[in-house]
């Protein structure tokens, strides 16, 4: 979380899920961004072997389910994920201001005054575990 911009950051969490973060700051800052959910696009199969689930919506929806169907795990942290390889992030679809919605972090008990989750709003694809706005 403290190395370079645009690199994946990887933990253990709870001593038996692996969380996946996008290191968004300067070197030694300590910023980032938690990769809470996707919508499965390609490798489907392979996710459902990695997750041991059939469900579209139950595959990617959730910061370790993630990690599972997409077998991330220690091995991936410091990952570039501008350069690419065998994990990065392309260019999406634009979202509309008005569907971006932020509210408290999920399962954490501080900083509940503040919005540091967010997620467009009606999407499928995000964690089941959300605030309502």
Request: proline share 5%; with cysteine; glycine share 14%.
């Amino acid at each position: 979380m403290f190395g370079p911009a645009g690199h994946l950051y990887v933990y253990l969490t709870y001593g038996m899920h692996f969380c996946m973060n996008v290191v968004t700051g300067n070197e030694h800052e300590g910023s980032a961004v938690l990769l809470r959910a996707g919508q499965p696009l390609e490798g489907i199969d392979e996710m459902r072997a990695s997750r041991g689930r059939d469900g579209l919506n139950d595959l990617c929806s959730g910061p370790a389910k993630l990690c599972q169907a997409f077998a991330v795990d220690r091995s991936h942290d410091g990952t570039d994920l501008v350069r690419g390889g065998i994990v990065w992030i392309a260019e999406g679809a634009r979202v509309p201001r008005g569907r971006i919605v932020a509210g408290p972090r999920v399962g954490i008990r501080v900083g509940l005054d503040r919005s540091w989750r967010f997620w467009v709003r009606d999407d499928p694809w995000v964690s089941l575990s959300r605030s309502v706005s």
